[in-house]
């Protein structure tokens, strides 16, 4: 049949189970297994065919079926139960935000890729997880919070493993009528629907909204009828496609988002971007405040006072950069459209790269922005380091990227069984205060006996998992009945399970493992001391070397002395995920320091008792303290990856072969091995508070979202007087800073002793900027330490000031200029700065 439109019907549920439709809309379920338990009651076939969507389950199931549990007063207990928690859950007054920041102003949220569950693939990795449980802890804290993103109605990709090992890929339309989506409406009750223009045509934009508890989820989509096939297709696939492309895709998601926010008639005092890809919102929000009468430099100024900008990788593919000459496509009319020139645009977003000067998008959102975060303690190094360029005069240290540390949802994955246990030890209130150390102390009072009880569930639950997609995987492969049968048989209850699971990056080194296949045949091959791997995980479409490190484990684990004992799943996601993390031993994860910026799954893991074997690279550099966990290599820096490579795999085999597989399967003659439970309590302890995603939030709330309310506040005060004047100020002092001369001296003998003084004095020739706006430090440095001392005008252009040298060593002493304006986020924001 030719198909000329789909409309979904949806069930006239029975009155006793009415608001299963309601709740089927609101993803609160995807972190709530007692709900998605009422939906997976109605049908377990159904309800796994269609990856576990309530929307679609609902459409599937008979009528008589729903009448039957409409009459089933156990299923009905169970519904009165969970409806009670979601009315009590969206109906909460005291939430963390109205009791602790009641001064937040609304956040906008920019994300290309959300992964709220497995029944919506809108996300590819660790930044879509990040995005997702970051909305989902936005809801629990009841933030005034709202997001935005694209709608891929063909998701990432669906992957499956050959015969070959190799990887394949599928691209399967989403039936939009059956995901928990509605058409966003405005004020009014209608659709919101418009157009942009791209390259001279005007592309047509449908908008979506997604409930995600408290907080709404807009979602922008290009396949609708007045596109052509080309537009149709520009929302289709996540990171499908060449530059042009993703530059079309970031254009829908920067300016179409925060057109979509106008339509809906939603203002924000905070915009988020998550990521490189949704920097053009900034300049969009210029083009408004410009067709509103103001100047370029003053928009600018009032646009980047409430914005807020992350960086998740240093990886190169991570941080788009386009040829100049691409860009003049697809920007060639915004020079006009903000008043002002193609160079002073192009250089808010200029990056010197090897192959000429390029527009980066990360280098965009630290210009439109005046607050920028890593997602690590060491990320946030590595990014200091990494756009040290961009701030002049700034030492690594003294780059204005901070950092908030990744957390997780610990409820999306916490194991309902360890809920329950959870419900027995901890306070009544723990789901409320997932951040809070105390309340994850009364985890020691679990006994052995309950707590090994529990994981030995779930590691069984999760090996049924794996046996049941290997066997599936072995059947489409037309595998020998021989074969098929042995899927039973793999994986065992007695073995130490160690799982890795993620993206497929080279630089996260799958196969590090396999680099002395002789000890791991020995390890995997101890009869008495048994150890299996399972691993999971996909590469980018067009990232045939991370397909390789698939195969390669792939064609291992067919190899004799290790069938059944090393093991490969196809098609990761957020389901395999869950299995994974709440039934593997131990978590592993071995990237190439320092390039894992963060990395969230072990924490996960540890969530669910599971500890971490990684190296300290992202989180787990922080994290780890000795009792939780083992670390992989050390910290040193390495010259030559193979060096590197050769030392962390020496670590790994060396660390399992004399502490980690003898400690677990040691076991007292009741059968427990309590040191082993001491480490999964402690690393749940240690782990689950401080990694939270509750954490997380509250962090950005209280070092970025809170200050940058305010901070956009006195901005755009009075008519934007405050951002007139900086925008002003800086047009003059870039001007008149390359005639600014500095000379300084420094008046000390050779040596002193501690506690004595040396005088430093400066001259500045300020080229007619006023003296209140120059700031002279001077800048000590002894060893790794750095401290900063102001000199004090005395007149004429003279500054000066006694430096305490409190301690003895060598000390290098230098003299910097900086302008200075009140209001600046730092002395650091106008990238200029002058050494004597």
Excluded at 207 to 224: A, C, F, M, Q, S
Aim: overall charge negative; some cysteine.
């Amino acid at each position: 049949m030719k198909t000329i439109g789909k409309v979904t019907v949806l069930p006239k549920l029975p009155d006793a189970i009415a608001r299963l439709s309601e709740l089927a809309y609101n993803v609160y379920w995807s972190w709530t297994p007692r709900a998605q338990e009422l939906y997976q009651a109605l049908d377990p076939q159904i309800w796994e065919r269609f990856q576990h969507n309530p929307v679609r389950t609902l459409l599937e199931v008979p009528r008589a079926r729903l009448d039957a549990v409409a009459a089933d007063p156990d299923y009905l207990g169970r519904y009165t139960k969970v409806m009670a928690d979601f009315d009590a859950y969206m109906g909460k007054k005291d939430t963390w935000a109205a009791q602790n920041a009641a001064a937040l102003g609304r956040v906008a949220y920019f994300s290309m890729e959300y992964a709220f569950h497995e029944s919506l693939p809108i996300y590819s990795g660790g930044l879509g997880v990040l995005a997702g449980d970051h909305c989902k802890s936005a809801s629990d804290l009841g933030l005034p919070f709202v997001a935005v993103g694209l709608l891929f109605h063909q998701g990432y990709f669906r992957q499956s493993i050959n015969k070959d090992g190799w990887q394949e890929e599928a691209y399967d339309t989403l039936d939009l009528t059956t995901l928990p989506i509605t058409p966003a409406r405005d004020a009014f009750g209608v659709e919101v629907r418009f157009s942009m223009p791209i390259q001279g045509r005007q592309v047509f934009i449908r908008v979506w909204e997604l409930k995600v508890g408290r907080i709404p989820v807009y979602l922008l989509d290009t396949n609708v009828p007045e596109n052509d096939d080309h537009d149709r297709q520009l929302t289709a696939r996540l990171y499908g496609g060449n530059q042009e492309w993703r530059i079309q895709q970031e254009l829908i998601l920067g300016v179409g988002g925060v057109r979509a926010l106008r339509l809906l008639g939603v203002d924000a005092n905070v915009f988020h971007m998550n990521e490189g890809h949704a920097s053009f919102l900034g300049l969009e929000r210029i083009r408004e405040l410009v067709a509103g009468g103001l100047d370029f430099r003053t928009a600018l100024e009032a646009v980047a006072s409430g914005t807020l900008f992350t960086t998740h990788t240093p990886v190169p593919a991570g941080n788009d950069a386009f040829a100049l000459d691409l860009m003049d496509r697809y920007l060639g009319e915004w020079p006009a459209q903000l008043a002002t020139s193609r160079e002073e645009l192009y250089e808010l977003a200029r990056h010197d790269q090897t192959w000429g000067q390029s527009f980066s998008m990360t280098v965009l959102a630290l210009r439109l922005s005046r607050a920028a975060n890593g997602v690590s303690e060491l990320h946030g190094d590595v990014s200091r380091k990494m756009w040290n360029f961009l701030f002049d005069g700034a030492s690594e240290r003294e780059v204005p990227i901070g950092h908030v540390t990744n957390g997780a949802h610990t409820l999306t994955f916490l194991s309902q069984n360890l809920r329950d246990l959870y419900d027995t030890a901890l306070a009544s209130d723990w789901t409320e205060r997932l951040e809070d150390p105390a309340v994850w102390e009364a985890v020691n009072s679990i006994s052995d006996a309950d707590l090994a009880r529990v994981q030995a569930e779930q590691k069984m639950d999760m090996i049924r998992f794996v046996r049941e997609r290997l066997r599936v995987q072995a059947e489409r492969n037309g595998a020998s009945a021989a074969d098929i049968a042995a899927t039973e048989d793999v994986l065992s209850p007695d073995a130490l399970i160690i799982g890795f699971a993620r993206r497929f990056a080279t630089y996260k080194r799958a196969t590090l493992l396999f680099r002395d296949k002789a000890r791991l045949a020995r390890l995997v091959n101890d009869p008495e001391r048994p150890v299996q791997f399972v691993f999971a995980g996909k590469a980018h479409p067009a990232d045939n070397p991370g397909k390789a490190f698939i195969q390669e484990i792939y064609r291992v684990s067919q190899e004799p002395e290790f069938k059944g004992k090393i093991v490969i799943l196809e098609n990761y996601d957020m389901h395999v995920a869950r299995h994974l993390v709440q039934g593997v031993d131990v978590w592993l994860n071995n990237p190439r320091r320092p390039l894992e910026a963060s990395g969230t799954s072990g924490m996960k893991a540890s969530f669910n008792g599971s500890p971490n074997f990684s190296v300290l690279d992202g989180w787990w550099r922080e994290g780890y303290d000795g009792t939780n966990g083992w670390p992989i290599g050390d910290e040193r820096e390495y010259a030559d990856l193979n060096s590197q490579d050769d030392a962390d795999s020496y670590s790994m085999y060396e660390t399992l072969e004399k502490d980690i597989v003898p400690l677990y399967h040691r076991r007292d003659a009741q059968g427990f091995n309590h040191d082993w439970l001491a480490i999964s309590r402690r690393a749940m302890v240690t782990v689950s508070p401080q990694y939270s995603m509750q954490r997380q939030v509250i962090d950005y709330v209280q070092k970025y979202y809170l200050p940058l309310t305010k901070r956009a506040a006195t901005v755009n005060a009075n008519t934007r007087t405050l951002a007139r004047e900086i925008g002003s100020w800086k047009t003059w002092v870039r001007q008149q800073w390359p005639h600014v001369q500095l000379t300084a001296n420094a008046q000390m003998p050779a040596s002193i002793e501690p506690g004595q003084t040396v005088r430093v004095t400066a001259h500045v020739q300020p080229a007619g900027i006023q003296t209140g706006e120059i700031l002279v430090e001077a800048v000590l440095e002894r060893g790794d330490e750095r401290s900063r001392v102001p000199l004090h005008f005395t007149g004429d252009g003279n500054y000066a000031a006694d430096l305490p040298l409190n301690e003895s060593g060598l000390y290098a002493i230098g003299v910097r200029a900086f302008p200075v304006y009140p209001g600046l986020s730092s002395e650091f924001e106008t990238g200029l700065a002058k050494w004597a």
